[in-house]
């Protein structure tokens, strides 16, 4: 299986969604855990790499000034 490729600053889509009802996360820290924050609400949560990577469905947005 293919590594799914993100970076710090990038928006995600996980399998589940926040409480809020939104499903768009910005990714504000790597290493063994990777701490996201939700963008409608602005909640963080740190979850294990290996449970990001479970179940990260895809990145909607780069983070700006990538090229």
């Given at each position: 299986m293919e590594a799914k490729q993100f970076d710090l600053g990038d928006v995600?889509?996980?399998?589940?969604?926040?409480?809020?009802?939104?499903?768009?996360?910005?990714?504000?820290?790597l290493g063994m855990d990777i701490r996201m924050k939700c963008v409608n609400c602005g909640r963080s949560v740190?979850?294990?790499r290996r449970d990001f990577e479970?179940?990260?469905?895809?990145?909607?947005?780069?983070?700006e000034g990538d090229a």
């Amino acid at each position: 299986m293919e590594a799914k490729q993100f970076d710090l600053g990038d928006v995600v889509q996980m399998k589940k969604g926040h409480p809020c009802g939104a499903n768009e996360w910005e990714v504000i820290r790597l290493g063994m855990d990777i701490r996201m924050k939700c963008v409608n609400c602005g909640r963080s949560v740190m979850i294990p790499r290996r449970d990001f990577e479970r179940n990260l469905r895809k990145v909607l947005r780069r983070k700006e000034g990538d090229a």
